[in-house]
């Protein structure tokens, strides 16, 4: 085995030093900044990531820690990133670990020190605390109006099929007559708990923990009220701790998600029943259908029969 080569002093000051460095003179060996960098993830938080970076930079103008002329600027370049990157024009890069330093490493070359200013009073403990907050917040916000407009769709198929008699089924045998309405409105059933539990998982999400710093808050002057205004958030956490290690709403929106897929997967395996042969209750349009080549070849030549008729 060869021996791995000596990192060499990181003398070069370039535009892809990683900004928290701090003490360190030698750079990290490539297999270290791989192993470390989130941004391949968390890369898709940059649009929460500029939002909540644009209301701390007003209320850092706010309370006079840094002028309003920096707020500007930062704005400004806030706003060109997010062009950038929407538009495939942004270069991510590994050392920067993570979106909130890929995002001020291109801020800081583009307007200057006003562009460092921007991370007073913040840590990227906070910053990733707010950013995921504001992510899973439109996330649900999106989740729940699916799943309402799904809920009307079953409304309108049952209200058109009260008098459609079909067999009730326990373990895959007919036992009683019901209503395709009544078993429709089951699943309707399924889908307000759904519902109501991804609200649940909302209201604890929409919380405001920037502020929190690293895990102690700051000495500095802010005002969260004033960001959780700008962010539209009703609620502002209240231990710095808890603010930066809280994950239980991300486990809260996990688990409400996992017991919908198991209502969506049941409705779907219904579908796949009452769509085959042995059923034949429903019919899948082509549009929605697939199609497998060896179910094709055994239908062509067991049902030339039908074949003929639907010709």
């Not at 999106?142 to 407009?149: A, E, F, I, K, N």
Request: glycine letters at 4%; one cysteine or more; a positive charge.
């Amino acid at each position: 085995m060869k021996p791995r080569p000596k990192a060499k002093p990181d003398t070069a000051k370039s535009s892809t030093a990683n900004l928290l460095r701090g003490r360190f003179t030698r750079r990290r060996l490539p297999e270290v900044e791989a192993f470390t960098a989130s941004l391949p993830f968390d890369r898709r938080l940059y649009r929460h990531d500029i939002m909540g970076s644009i209301a701390h930079a007003r209320m850092l103008a706010k309370v006079h820690l840094i002028s309003s002329a920096d707020a500007r600027r930062i704005v400004s370049g806030l706003s060109r990133i997010e062009r950038e990157i929407d538009g495939g024009r942004f270069r991510f890069e590994t050392s920067d670990e993570d979106i909130h330093l890929a995002i001020e490493r291109r801020l800081t070359a583009m307007i200057g020190a006003a562009g460092a200013r921007l991370h007073t009073a913040r840590s990227r403990n906070d910053q990733i605390a707010l950013d995921l907050r504001l992510y899973l917040r439109d996330e649900l916000g999106q989740v729940r109006s699916l799943l309402t407009t799904f809920r009307s769709s079953l409304l309108q198929v049952a209200e058109l099929n009260v008098d459609s008699v079909m067999p009730g089924y326990t373990h895959l045998q007919r036992a009683q007559p019901v209503s395709l309405a009544h078993h429709l409105l089951a699943y309707v059933e399924m889908l307000d708990r759904d519902r109501e539990r991804f609200a649940q998982a909302l209201a604890r999400t929409a919380m405001m923990p920037l502020g929190a710093g690293a895990l102690a808050a700051t000495t500095l002057p802010i005002d969260r009220a004033f960001v959780a205004r700008a962010l539209g958030f009703d609620r502002i956490t209240q231990n710095s701790i808890d603010s930066v290690s809280d994950r239980d709403f991300a486990v809260d929106f996990l688990s409400a998600a996992a017991l919908c897929a198991v209502h969506l997967s049941r409705m779907a395996e219904e579908i796949i029943f009452w769509s085959s042969s042995e059923f034949a209750f429903v019919s899948i349009p082509d549009e929605f259908s697939t199609g497998s080549s060896m179910m094709t070849t055994c239908s062509l030549a067991s049902a030339p029969t039908w074949l003929t008729a639907l010709r």
